[in-house]
Nanobody
Framework: QVQLAESGGGLVQAGGSLRLSCAAS????????MGWYRQAPGKQRELVAT???????TYADSVKGRFTISRDNAKNTVYLQMNSLEPEDTAVYYC????????????????WGPGTQVTVSS
């Protein structure tokens, strides 16, 4: 009953930019953390960036200074602005959200988007 819809992936040349978007919908009381992960061929999924509802952000060292995560809490949407893309950024990017479904529940559940391909050519 919670869905994440991603958009913005594609093919770009090195040095180019992409902006990924992810909107959460469904039965949601509140969302704590939202973030982006990626998985390159032959590698395990890794954290790219996270953002709390209050705007606190974290970044993987490999993307600091190039990527910017932001949120629109009113729309339950998280963005990832990716600049100065490198071939090493090529991966499937996944959106994630930590969702509280009900006000009377302590449960937080993590939901994932289906992933969007980002390919950066040399």
């Amino acid at each position: 009953q919670v869905q994440l819809a991603e958009s913005g992936g594609g093919l770009v040349q090195a040095g180019g930019s992409l902006r990924l978007s992810c909107a959460a919908s469904g039965s949601i009381f509140s969302i704590n953390g939202m973030g982006w992960y990626r998985q390159a061929p032959g590698k395990q999924r890794e954290l790219v960036a996270t953002s709390t509802s209050g705007g606190t952000t974290t970044y993987a060292d490999s993307v600091k200074g190039r990527f910017t995560i932001s949120r629109d809490n009113a729309k339950n949407t998280v963005y990832l602005q990716m600049n100065s893309l490198e071939p090493e950024d090529t991966a499937v990017y996944y959106c994630s959200a930590d969702v509280k479904r009900r006000a009377w529940s302590l449960q937080l559940s993590q939901y994932w988007g289906p992933g969007t391909q980002v390919t950066v050519s040399s």
